[in-house]
């Protein structure tokens, strides 16, 4: 097996502590210290593409840019790195978003990915103009995916269902290749869109066991439709040359956070209606109702799973934290339940994934999972001296 892996563009901004926002955070919620700048973003978005990434996740929300307009710019600015664009299937008619893939696909050839997110936060979607309850926005997202799809294949699409009225849709062009679509939901709406659209289904970093059991049951559906979609995991990551100091960061990450900046978040995110951010803030409870939380291994909540990210992030709240064998080891374990694709991140973004690409990716490169494909990558292996301890 071959893994495929992905970074994370931060459009709100980066810094070197954790970075808030996500989840129907408002506007301005996540601010780094280091401004989203295409220089900026182009600087991470060629390191990935340097160490053999297939693509970056690009996410959408209120809190943070919008992810076509930047996705399109920095296509100009790299080679081969594809974009995995999140956006929101209620925010857009299915017509102009198949149109804007074809768009994309015919500027940047095989590069365009797509990450479709039914939005879990009634509040965010009211912003937008969009009223409709969680079950049927997953609904709705089946019938806007069926119209893509179809599009997409050249046909002419006329379609009355119970949300979308469309009449005589067509392209002028149609992307060639298609673009893969990324689906993540916990909910039980969630799962029959998933396993009927879903190229990818992705999930939060939980640990593995619950992981597997999130699986199975959308292989399960899926097989009813006669599909077999991928599985794909999003994780934060830190990684260094030995344990010890992968932990000392986690606690100055932790150590950064104030008791009101956690609260502050915390009351945001509790009234999430998705049921895989009740699964992130489920994670570290405990260490916020005993006070813990500060110790960053209180927040281990699997063998180098750390809850932290998530006391002050919406959406993905894990990282693997370790020395570069064991979180290659951990991958290596998400690897063995089926996930054959990682979205990863780090704080700051940039110099994170120098970490990961120098430090993980030789490990894996041995060990069979990770395909060498030059560029920065070539002689990865020289890299793996660099560990002093487990």
């Known amino acids: ?146 119209v893509v799809r179809r599009l997409w294949a050249g046909e002419t699409v006329t379609h009355r269902g119970a949300h979308l009225d469309i009449d005589a849709a067509r392209l002028p062009t149609t992307p060639d290749p298609v673009p893969p679509l990324y689906f993540g939901g916990s909910s039980d709406a969630a799962g029959p869109v998933a396993a009927e659209h879903a190229d990818v289904y992705l999930t939060w970093g939980e640990p593995v066991d619950a992981v597997a059991r999130k699986l199975d049951r959308i292989r399960e559906l899926a097989a009813a439709r006669g599909r077999k979609p991928r599985f794909g995991v999003r994780l934060h990551v830190i990684t260094r040359d030995s344990a010890e100091e992968a932990w000392r960061q986690a606690g100055r990450l932790v150590d950064a956070l104030g008791e009101d900046t956690v609260a502050a978040a915390q009351a945001v995110l509790a009234r999430s209606e998705s049921t895989g951010q009740r699964r992130m803030r489920d994670l570290h409870a405990g260490a916020r109702a005993d006070g813990t939380w500060r110790d960053p291994h209180a927040l281990e909540v699997a063998p180098n799973l750390w809850a932290g990210v998530g006391l002050v992030r919406g959406g993905a709240g894990t990282a693997l934290v370790g020395s570069h064998t064991e979180v290659a080891d951990r991958i290596a374990e998400y690897a063995a339940i089926g996930i054959d694709e990682f979205v990863l991140s780090g704080y700051p973004h940039l110099e994170e994934l120098y970490w990961f690409g120098e430090g993980v990716l030789p490990r894996l490169v041995r060990h069979g999972l990770f395909h060498d494909t030059g560029g920065a990558g070539t002689g990865l292996n020289a890299f793996l001296p660099k560990e002093t301890s487990a």
């Open 1 to 146: 097996m071959t893994l495929t892996f992905h970074w994370f563009l931060p459009t709100y901004g980066d810094s070197r502590s954790v970075v808030g926002g996500g989840h129907g955070q408002p506007a301005g919620a996540a601010a780094g210290d280091r401004r989203a700048s295409i220089g900026y973003l182009a600087s991470i978005v060629r390191s990935a593409e340097e160490f053999g990434f297939t693509g970056a996740l690009t996410p959408t929300g209120a809190w943070c840019e919008d992810a076509w307009l930047t996705t399109a710019m920095l296509a100009r600015e790299s080679e081969r790195l594809a974009f995995l664009v999140a956006f929101r299937p209620g925010l857009i008619s299915p017509t102009l978003a198949a149109q804007m893939a074809a768009t994309f696909s015919a500027h940047a050839p095989g590069r365009l990915s797509l990450n479709v997110v039914t939005g879990g936060e009634a509040h965010e979607q009211r912003a937008y103009g969009d009223h409709l309850p969680k079950d049927e926005r997953y609904a709705r997202c089946g019938e806007f995916l069926s």
